[in-house]
């Protein structure tokens, strides 16, 4: 929830990735749309879990196994060049590096939630950075546990 709200701060009407759609991912897709997101698009492995994602704001779903290229090219030609917003929430390393390139260059920002192995490298070409994309990593979503998580709760217990 926080990633997206407090981190990846979508404007109205904007596009956002979400990457993974387990508990952590559909509280992001949550945040999107809450924040105003209108197109919210869950991208995972399993199929499965597109349904229960539809539940918490996703609007499309992309497998990336039903592509013969990066998920990141087939969201850039679903979105004209790119998604406003992306939040990355598996820890997977190529999730990470795909969740930034997916993002459109000049104001689009990534969001990593997700922890990767201590041994995980990003790599992604310096032209991603100069082309303005934004990269920013959180924990928690930039909620403060003893104040902000209790109203969190509240807010799913009203679901």
Excluded at 75 to 100: H, K, P, W, Y
């Amino acid at each position: 929830l926080g990633a997206s709200i407090n981190v990846a701060k979508p404007p109205k009407g904007s596009t956002v990735a979400v990457f993974g759609l387990g508990a952590v991912g559909l509280a992001a897709a949550e945040g999107a749309r809450i924040a105003g997101a209108s197109r919210i698009i869950g991208v995972d492995l399993n199929p499965s879990r597109f349904e229960e994602a539809r539940k918490f704001g996703c609007t499309e779903f992309v497998n990336p196994k039903d592509h013969n290229k990066p998920v990141q090219e087939v969201l850039a030609e679903m979105t004209n060049g790119g998604v406003d917003r992306s939040v990355e929430c598996t820890g997977n390393i190529n999730a990470m590096i795909q969740a930034f390139e997916c993002v459109h260059d000049g104001w689009g920002v990534a969001v990593l939630v997700g922890v990767p192995h201590k041994d995980a490298e990003f790599k992604t070409h310096p032209m991603n950075f100069l082309n303005e994309r934004t990269l920013k990593g959180t924990f928690f979503g930039n909620y403060k546990p003893r104040t902000d998580l209790p109203n969190v709760v509240e807010l799913y217990m009203k679901k």
